[in-house]
């Protein structure tokens, strides 16, 4: 090779669509492309700069939106002053107008309108849709943002719905639409919250109840299909969604080892994420998978 | 494989009539001549087949002005041994949507094909796979690059491939708090 060129290559000097190319291929899940960016400006250059981190934000005076970042780029910003709220995709700027939860909360509590405020905790709307939780199923082809919000589903659940059960909409619905709980004479025990909810091939999962149990509704009908069975782990298990339990029955108990639970919908199968956390560090993982059962139920299979 | 002509044979061949060939001539920026076969190159370099295409193929040995003969050697050793090794269906088909088709992993043989290459022949293989459009060749040595980084820390990709760290220290503790999360305990 040509003499100049005995020291070393220039490997910072690679014209930027090879280096973009080269660092698309040392992506990695977990840190991107922290690394390629942080060796030399060139190589940042052709990459760009590092993205910004979404975290949930909740409203204040000055400022009453919160957003909560989901799938794919898609976030839920929510008007802390009138509970309005649309879908937005920040890399494109793509958004759709979502039902205002004023309604869903009206729908719940539509019996004392004024129901909301009168909670000890939640003395304001911001402070009321701090609890909100979400959760949204993306089409699969997400090419264009626009095209996929309409195919969106979009699940809210909120602490206070307690036993009244999850809410779901689509992009251009009038109003939330309400999901009942499964009625715990003919399911079984799900009283309470819901650790985590998803949706999955036509039909929508929640989580939850002091126990683990999961219902499935059908998407179309919101029928309550089965009640699946507590996944076979040692029950201690605690909310991802609202921190850890640290009270029961108004006793703090200052757990030192629990189970964070985090459902996640892949194209094939639904999976149960398990993050096991022990002086608050995790320590294990476990997987379970959610398959049919002989007699026609469905259970998690670690 | 016997890639590098001598002088002698490659004006032989000139006299076969140039649409009789299966094979073309390069000719590195130091002058030396290397045989291809016509087939391959034009499959697995789009500037090749644009020139093939075009009549530009030079029986003496076309100038490749850019391409040193340590990496042109390189290329049609890549090229012939694709030639001999591959159905090529499958690739073809992911070098065309080359933006959007998923990175096919290198085969075991080109995964051996770059190991075996030093640091600087690598990185006149990128340069040479890119300048004649030969996006396969691109893929593996740009996945063989990716490699050598993953899972070091900027300071140990700098290392290994001599690259001086231009960032000013304010930069660089602007950096490390970005990355203090995935690469320092504190």
């Known amino acids: 090779m040509a003499s100049q060129e005995e020291q070393q290559p220039g490997w910072s000097n690679l014209p930027s669509d090879l280096l973009r190319l080269i660092a698309q291929r040392s992506r990695d899940a977990v ?5 390629f960016r942080s060796v030399c400006r060139t190589w940042r250059a052709a990459v760009g700069p590092a993205p910004r981190l979404l975290l949930p934000r909740a409203g204040s005076a000055s400022d009453p939106t919160l957003v909560f970042p989901l799938a794919r780029g ?13 879908l937005s995709h920040l890399a494109t700027g793509a958004a759709a107008a979502l039902p205002k939860l004023t309604n869903a909360v009206r729908d719940i509590y539509g019996h004392r309108p004024d129901a909301v405020r009168s909670w000890a905790f939640h003395r304001t709307y911001a402070a009321f849709t701090y609890s909100l939780r979400f959760a949204i199923h993306v089409p699969p082809d997400d090419s264009d943002p626009t095209a996929a919000a309409a ?152 | 494989m016997e890639v590098d ?23 590195s920026s130091d002058g030396k001549l290397f045989e291809v076969s016509k087939e391959a190159a034009a499959r697995l370099s789009t500037v090749l087949a644009g020139m093939i295409a075009g009549g530009s193929i030079d029986d003496n040995g076309t100038d ?91 300071d140990q990709i700098r290392e290994v491939f001599n690259i001086k760290n231009d960032y000013t220290k304010e930069e660089l503790e602007e950096i490390r708090q970005e990355l203090a999360w995935a690469f320092y305990d504190d």
């Open chain 1, 151 to 302: 195919g969106m589903t979009v699940m809210m659940y909120h602490l206070m719905h307690g036993r009244t059960g999850m809410l779901f909409c689509r992009p251009g619905d009038a109003a939330w639409t309400k999901v009942k709980k499964p009625n715990p004479l003919q399911h079984g025990c799900l009283r309470y919250g819901f650790f985590d909810f998803v949706y999955h091939d036509g039909k929508m999962f929640g989580m939850g109840g002091t126990n683990g149990q999961m219902a499935v509704y059908d998407a179309a009908t919101l029928d309550v299909l089965h009640v699946v069975p507590t996944p076979p782990v040692p029950s201690k298990l605690s909310s991802k969604m609202y921190g850890r339990t640290t009270k029961m029955y108004g006793v703090a108990v200052d757990l030192e080892d629990y189970d964070y639970i985090n459902l996640v919908s892949l194209p094939s199968k639904l999976i149960l994420v398990m993050t096991s956390v022990k002086s608050s560090l995790p320590v294990a993982f476990n997987i379970f998978e959610l398959r049919s059962t002989p007699d026609g139920g469905l259970t998690w299979h670690k």
């Open chain 1, 74 to 86: 898609w976030s839920i910003v929510v008007d802390a002053r009138d509970a309005s709220c649309h």
């Open chain 2, 5 to 27: 002509k001598g002088k002698g044979e490659a004006e032989e061949t000139r006299k076969v009539a140039e649409a009789d060939r299966d094979t073309v001539t390069l000719k």
């Open chain 2, 64 to 154: 490749l002005k850019q391409i040193g003969s340590e990496a042109l050697e390189n290329v049609v050793d890549y090229c012939n041994k694709h030639a001999n090794s591959i159905p090529s269906a499958a690739l073809i088909s992911s070098s065309i949507s080359f933006n959007t088709a998923p990175f096919k992993e290198p085969e075991e043989w080109e995964r051996k094909f770059v190991d075996r290459l030093s640091h600087d022949a690598l990185f006149d293989l990128v340069e040479a796979a890119n300048f004649l459009g030969m996006e396969r060749l691109l893929d593996v040595t740009c996945h063989k690059i990716s490699e050598m980084m993953k899972g070091k820390s900027p």
């Open chain 1, 31 to 35: 840190t991107g492309l922290a690394a």
